[in-house]
């Protein structure tokens, strides 16, 4: 499954020049990582997010947001957030934001 390059550059564009986020190919599509932590990533058109599972569940209902379910079976904490839901840069800055706040509660790994 090929990403999205345009949405990729967004992407980097929101993160700017944030210190320790690496980018990384992985199963075609491509993961953003906050010290070795998946935050975000492009999926073809798509952004997937990880987020806090009670947060994720709530968010799951905001237009164009499924949970990310690469198996058939749903991901907890993690969302696919629709190329519809990224018009605007608004959007996509708060998605990656959210994502990026969760995995500061993470260990570095």
Avoid: C
Wanted: aromatic share 10%; charged share 25%; net charge neutral.
């Amino acid at each position: 499954m090929p990403y999205s390059q345009a949405l990729a550059d967004r992407v980097r564009a929101v993160l700017g020049s944030r210190r320790g986020i690496v980018a990384k190919k992985m199963f075609g599509a491509l993961g953003f990582m906050q010290s070795g932590n998946f935050f975000a990533g492009v999926a073809e058109t798509s952004l997937i997010v990880r987020l806090a599972p009670e947060v994720a569940g709530d968010l799951a209902r905001e237009p164009y947001a499924a949970p990310f379910a690469p198996t058939g079976k749903p991901m907890r904490g993690w969302l696919l957030i629709e190329a519809d839901g990224l018009d605007r840069d608004d959007d996509l800055r708060a998605w990656i934001e959210r994502a990026l706040e969760f995995v500061a509660t993470l260990p570095p790994k």
